[in-house]
């Protein structure tokens, strides 16, 4: 039931953190709206508010355990339309060009493409009677009561408006108990702090350069048989990394991604060819002769982003900030639906008691949450000698027993195990550090040779050519 200081919310953003945000509000508000310049509802494709997510976006296993939790039958409906799901350990990963243990973690990957993922979502949230998506709406500001002290509503305007039908007298204020800006990393909300005489949130980035291509294909009889994703993951003896499986019943996804400046071409012939250069073949040869079905796409992530709202001494009251918003991590270590996910979470926690959430709060558990995988995203971007940042003790202690870790998983299951649990944000990176898994972890870093060699480079000191 309702108390009178919840009547309405609402989300601002429509994408995977604004739906979550959503969904956990809806069991506390009478009304939830939900703002998007896009139109959302029924679009299973990317859109222009979201033009990342047709890129490979894959779910962590905490994220996945909270999505069937908040959607019951989720991993159900989502197989049933034919989408490829297998246990996370089973997937082709390769680290420094070596293929780690498969291992049986019971960790479950559902490889459905993001846009469909979020779809299916928010079809659940839409059906919800006291939610509703406000469409094709920008958003505006928001605004403040007359001591600042809090936010009363926001600004929006509608579609007519955003067709360039004429903005004047078009803005509309819905007024809200409570506001959730889930923006994205181009969140105003920092601007509007300083409008309102707040201070902006200290920002921590971390320059990467990242670019990801992408190209999807049409199945032939015989590709990728038996293989549910390979996944030879960046580092520094390796740069170029790729994420490639399958993502519906005749369809494959290609990502590329490049770091520091070395963007995958975005024409055909450059595409394969950079294919060609990753540390292992498999890519090159399952693609190479299969149909594209559209042109390779290609996205910058010039940095990592962290807002450190917990650290504001003040900030107006009914007023949350969620997902990529707050933070948005390197997207190959996969943690920004799942992290979104995770502060769902944490905000339905902190609705339980009744009244509205405090932000200060709220904002101190989204930073608990954030710490670890900013450190796994931070940490491994350091680990690159082109990335600048401090690298303290921790980080190079971290990443020369990480290097050693990812030796050991490649001859020992129970060490894929262990670091699947890690990135999958189930279990804290000290349990990779307990006393029988660093003697495992030992045992084979006494044997451990230099990262192995890329194909090709094994092909032309074999003086084999270029397989081409
Ligand atoms: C290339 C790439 C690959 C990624 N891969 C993964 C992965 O494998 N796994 C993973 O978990 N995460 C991945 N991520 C991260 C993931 O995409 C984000 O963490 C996730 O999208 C966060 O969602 P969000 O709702 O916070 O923001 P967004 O998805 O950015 O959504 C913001 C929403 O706000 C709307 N909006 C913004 N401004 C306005 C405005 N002024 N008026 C109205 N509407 C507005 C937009 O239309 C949009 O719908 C990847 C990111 C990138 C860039």
């Known amino acids: ?10 989300v601002l953003g429509a994408s995977m953190a604004g739906i979550l945000a959503a969904r956990v509000l809806a069991e506390s508000y009478a009304e939830v709206l939900v703002v998007d310049r896009d139109k959302v509802l029924g679009v299973s494709e990317a859109r222009p508010g979201t033009p990342h997510t047709v890129h490979a976006h894959a779910l962590h296993a905490r994220g996945h355990l909270i999505l069937e939790d908040l959607f019951p039958g989720l991993t159900e409906e989502l197989t049933g339309a034919g989408i490829p799901s297998c246990d996370l350990g089973e ?26 993922l979020e ?9 919800l009677p006291n939610v509703t998506f406000l469409e094709r709406h920008g958003i505006l500001g928001v605004v ?7 936010i009363v509503g926001v600004r929006v305007e509608p579609p007519d408006a955003l067709d360039g039908g004429g903005t004047d007298g078009g803005e509309q204020v819905l007024e809200a108990d409570l506001v959730v800006d889930t923006t994205g990393r181009g969140s105003r909300t920092p601007v509007w702090l300083e409008e309102l005489g707040y201070r902006r949130p200290a920002e921590e980035r971390v320059k990467i350069g990242l670019f990801y291509t992408t190209q999807h294909y049409k199945t032939y009889p015989g590709m990728l048989e038996g293989v549910s994703s390979i996944i030879p993951v ?12 399958r993502i519906g019943p005749d369809r494959v996804n290609l990502s590329l991604t490049g770091m520091l400046g070395d963007r995958p071409p975005t024409d055909p012939e450059g595409f394969l060819d950079y294919a060609r ?3 292992i073949p498999d890519i090159y040869e399952a693609v190479r002769d299969a149909e594209p079905l559209f042109a390779p ?4 992530f010039p940095a990592s982003v962290r807002r450190r709202y917990e650290k504001l001494g003040r900030f107006p009251d009914r007023y949350l900030v969620m997902g990529d918003a707050v933070c948005s991590f390197n997207p190959i270590y996969g943690q920004g639906m799942t992290v979104a996910a995770m502060e769902a979470m944490a905000l339905r926690d902190r609705l339980r008691p009744g009244g509205p959430p405090s932000p200060r709060e709220f904002f101190a558990e989204a930073a608990r949450i954030i710490d670890t995988p900013w450190q796994v995203s931070v940490g491994g971007d350091l680990d690159f000698p082109g990335v600048e940042g401090p690298r303290t003790m921790k980080v190079r202690m971290g990443n020369a027993y990480l290097a050693r870790l990812q030796y050991a998983a490649t001859r020992d299951a129970k060490v894929t195990e262990a670091f699947m649990r890690v990135a999958g944000l189930l279990d804290p990176p000290e349990a990779l550090m307990r006393p029988r898994m660093a003697a495992r972890v030992f045992r084979h870093a006494v044997r451990r040779p230099p990262a192995g060699r890329s ?7 074999a003086g084999v050519g270029d397989h081409a």
């Open 1 to 10: 039931m309702s108390s009178q200081e919840q009547r309405r919310a609402v």
């Open 277 to 279: 250069t990753l540390p």
């Open 455 to 461: 194909w090709l480079e094994q092909g032309r000191a």
């Open 297 to 300: 796409v290609s996205f910058g």
């Open 144 to 150: 403040p009561s007359p001591d600042r002290g809090r």
């Open 119 to 127: 779809e299916c979502i928010r079809a659940r949230v839409a059906v």
């Open 234 to 245: 960046a580092s520094p003896d390796h740069p170029r990394g790729a994420f490639c499986g």
């Open 91 to 116: 997937m082709h990963w390769y680290l420094n060009a070596r293929r780690i243990r498969p291992a049986r973690t019971g960790l479950v990957s559902v490889m459905a493409p993001r846009p469909l």
